[in-house]
């Protein structure tokens, strides 16, 4: 979409008082300066929730996490940096302009127009499920095969697209729908341009229609099922089911079906309950299950994930087909679990056992007997690496444990690891000492250095010791000394800059901007700071100082830009001495000589100013 001006950023930070937006989601009160509470990403009784509305920004002392009114709702709304823009925008009825040069309002719209397209279709789709001739026989097909009442269907909104080809395109015709949001609907197979609707063919046709809803309830696309009304001229004839593809609304990693439902019924120490398909969510809430959430089709994402822990589900359930295809599926999902905090377990069907059917037949108390015996994410790793029918050899354990240290890589807390070790240690029958040893002698996850890894504490940040790898205190320099970015933009090589860290990418990032002549200066940043990430590392720049005075501004930035050219100086020397190890006999004569020339360079480096 097209950029957002910068004028329309800045208003809305202006304008918007960060306490009025924050309240809805938290119960804030006055301390001093600022108002607390408890925080909305983690569940805590003590509040370490701070807002500060003359600077702008939050900060949860619990988790870390930090920004202003566009990160807020980023992460409350999951919805991305143009979308809580216009979220807030709407909410607080301020008025959006868009740089010159872009689309008109009116193309502007298209957006809107796309949810509002859904909203038609969804509306369409059921009202022919519920009273097209054509769908009698779908209608029974629910109902007899599926095992699903029609209150079900009503509730759910779920719908039936007929098979004649521009069926849905002539009643938008008649609605006024432009042919240009239906090109960009993923509704419609249709030429580049094509103006004409009728010559729009529908993407699904003889089809049970069911509507995928983002976690605000908004209809964003649709999983389509294959019935024998499916015609033979269907591209996608053969699969059983077909979801849209992705479009301005709609991005499948990014979103569970069900989360808008089962969001609502989630209670405090509540568990989300995982299973692999739309129907079986559907089948979960038919039979009171209603914390039910399914993916898109597709193995479990990172974002998903993020997504349920947002709600802080005391455990997440995963009820998955009782065949090893279910088994592996659940394994390769366990390092993004473990990254993401939260607690599997694992609801273990019989062999070649359905979830849908075992709750048709038995409703909800069918999950008991298999809540009684499920597995924690540690026992199920375990079991799938051993054998099930003779004890483990020692070799066996000792490769078991391993692999339990490459997934305990992924967890955040330290005190959660230990645990976990506990955990395999009795399960393997080893003692549990010696098992902390070996894993502590494991490789560890990459950390950042010190200054480049947000803090919990807003406080005065030493530069008479340079510490770090210099990299988040010269972002934090060029934010807050605009005057001198260009300069350092022109003097700085990228390879200098360390981009294994937030503060690396996002330093590489906006003087590229400055050397291209894209902006003039650091204080025109907001476009370039589009996900939660970087905003979150821009509010602890800006909650953060540096012991800087502004007349030795220059000075420390110079310090910066040479500390970072001699340690990419030292960082080539020790590439160059490592090559030469390695190196065959007729190659080492030349590589010596740079070694030689680089040692030189590091003995007596430029000394660099803006």
């Not at 298209?110 to 859904?118: A, W």
């Not at 230990?418 to 950390?447: C, G, M, R, W």
Request: aromatic share 8%.
């Amino acid at each position: 979409m097209a950029r957002i001006a910068q004028k329309s950023i800045e208003t809305i930070k202006h304008q918007v008082n960060l306490v009025d937006l924050v309240s809805p989601y938290v119960e804030i009160k006055r301390a001093g300066s600022s108002w607390k509470g408890l925080s909305p990403f983690t569940q805590e009784k003590t509040p370490s929730f701070y807002v500060h509305p003359d600077r702008g920004f939050y900060k949860c002392f619990s988790t870390g996490e930090g920004g202003d009114c566009f990160t807020f709702i980023m992460k409350v709304e999951n919805l991305e940096f143009p979308e809580a823009i216009e979220f807030i925008a709407k909410k607080f009825n301020i008025t959006l302009e868009y740089e010159a040069g872009g689309p008109s309002r009116e193309e502007m719209s298209l957006r809107k127009q796309i949810f509002e397209i859904h909203e038609l279709a969804m509306t369409w789709f059921h009202q022919q499920f519920i009273e097209s001739e054509e769908a009698a026989p779908v209608r029974k097909y629910w109902q007899d095969q599926r095992g699903f009442t029609m209150e079900t269907a009503d509730e759910v909104k779920i719908g039936y697209a007929p098979v004649a080809r521009n069926a849905l395109a002539l009643y938008f015709k008649e609605r006024g729908i432009p042919a240009a949001a239906m090109r960009q609907s993923g509704l419609f197979f249709a030429r580049d341009n094509e103006s004409v609707h009728d010559n729009f063919k529908s993407r699904f046709r003889g089809r049970l229609m069911v509507p995928i809803r983002d976690v605000q309830g908004r209809v964003v696309a649709f999983t389509a099922r294959q019935l024998e009304q499916t015609p033979a001229d269907d591209p996608a004839r053969e699969a059983k089911y077909v979801n849209s593809p992705e479009t301005q609304i709609f991005h499948k990693g990014r979103i569970l079906f069900g989360m808008d439902h089962a969001r609502t019924h989630l209670k405090e120490g509540g568990s989300f309950l995982l299973v692999e398909g739309q129907l079986d969510a559907i089948r979960c809430w038919s039979v009171g299950l209603h914390t039910a959430v399914a993916p898109q089709g597709t193995a479990i994402t990172d974002d998903q994930l993020h997504l349920m822990r947002r709600y802080q589900p005391n455990t997440v359930e995963c009820l998955l087909d009782g065949d090893k295809a279910g088994r592996k599926a659940a394994l390769r999902a366990l390092p993004l679990a473990f990254k993401a905090g939260l607690e599997f377990r694992y609801l273990l069907l019989p062999e070649k056992a359905d979830p849908d059917d075992l709750l048709r037949q038995h409703g909800a108390a069918a999950l008991e007997p298999l809540r009684a015996n499920s597995k924690s994410a540690i026992e199920l790793a375990i079991s799938e690496s051993l054998p099930e029918d003779r004890d483990p050899s020692t070799n066996e354990k000792t490769t078991a444990l391993r692999h339990i240290f490459d997934l305990l890589q992924h967890v955040p807390s330290e005190v959660a690891r230990e645990d976990y070790i506990q955990t395999a240690s009795k399960l393997l029958n080893v003692d549990s000492h010696a098992a902390l040893v070996d894993f502590k002698k494991s490789p560890k996850p990459q950390t950042y250095h010190s200054g480049q890894n947000p803090q919990k504490n807003t406080k005065k940040v030493s530069t008479d010791t340079l510490l770090t790898d210099g990299t988040w205190e010269l972002l934090w320099l060029v934010l807050h000394f605009p005057e001198f970015s260009a300069a350092i933009s022109e003097i700085i090589d990228y390879d200098w800059i360390n981009s294994t860290s937030p503060a690396g990418r996002l330093l590489k990032r906006i003087l590229a901007e400055l050397r291209e002549g894209l902006i003039e200066d650091t204080s025109n940043i907001e476009n370039l700071i589009d996900t939660i990430e970087d905003r979150q590392l821009i509010a602890d720049l800006h909650s953060r100082d540096l012991d800087v005075e502004a007349d030795l501004a220059e000075y420390q930035i110079n310090n910066y830009l040479n500390f970072l050219y001699n340690n990419y100086l030292k960082n080539r020397l020790n590439t160059l001495r490592q090559k030469v190890a390695n190196a065959s006999p007729e190659d080492q004569l030349g590589l010596m000589r740079k070694v030689k020339a680089a040692s030189k360079e590091l003995a007596a480096p430029h000394q660099l100013k803006i």
